[in-house]
C-alpha cells in the first residue's frame, strides 16, 4: 500500500489542521486522540511518512525506530501513567479496523482497561 499523502495524521504533521499536541521530538509527536477510548488517549505518530507498523518496521531507518519507540516510552512517562499502566496498541490493515493509514501507536491510560479484546465469538 503507498503511503496517501492527504490522510488525517499527515495533515496534523504539516500543520494543515490542529492537533492537541503532549509531545513532540525529532523522531515523534504526540496529541490526544480526538475521540478518546479512555480518559488517558493519546496517539503518537513517527514524523516519517509509513502506513503502518509492518510498512515502520520494515523500511524506516534503525535511528527512527529508535526514536520512536524512544518517544513512546517518555510520552507515557510524560503523561504519568506508568506507575497505574497503561495499553499501547497499533492497528495494522482491515481486520484491525485501522482508519488512518500514517502508522500511529494508541496509549490507553486512566482506568482499569479490562481484557485486551472482546472475547472470540
Ligand atoms: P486507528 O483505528 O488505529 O487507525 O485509529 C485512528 C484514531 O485516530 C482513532 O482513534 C480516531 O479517533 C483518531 N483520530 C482521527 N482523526 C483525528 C484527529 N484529527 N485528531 C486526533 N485523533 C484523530
Redesign the pocket.
Known amino acids: 500500500m503507498s503511503y496517501d499523502t492527504s490522510n488525517?495524521?499527515a495533515r496534523?504533521l504539516r500543520g494543515e489542521?490542529p492537533?492537541r499536541k503532549v509531545y513532540e521530538d525529532e523522531w515523534a509527536l504526540a496529541?490526544?486522540?480526538?475521540?478518546p477510548?479512555a480518559p488517558v488517549?493519546v496517539?503518537v505518530i513517527p514524523k516519517g511518512a509509513y502506513v503502518s507498523l509492518s510498512d515502520f518496521s520494515a523500511t524506516a531507518p534503525e535511528a527512527a525506530i529508535a526514536g520512536f519507540f524512544r518517544a513512546v516510552g517518555k510520552v507515557a512517562e510524560e503523561l504519568g501513567v506508568t506507575a497505574n499502566g497503561y495499553r499501547v496498541?497499533?492497528?495494522h490493515g482491515p481486520d484491525?479496523?485501522?482508519?488512518?493509514p500514517h502508522f500511529?501507536v494508541?496509549i490507553l491510560a486512566g482506568r482499569k482497561l479490562g481484557p485486551m479484546l472482546a472475547p472470540q465469538r
Do not use: G, M, P, T
Open positions: 488525517v495524521f496534523i489542521l492537533c496529541f490526544e486522540d480526538i475521540n477510548a488517549h496517539l496498541l497499533a492497528n484491525s479496523h485501522q482508519e488512518v500511529h494508541h
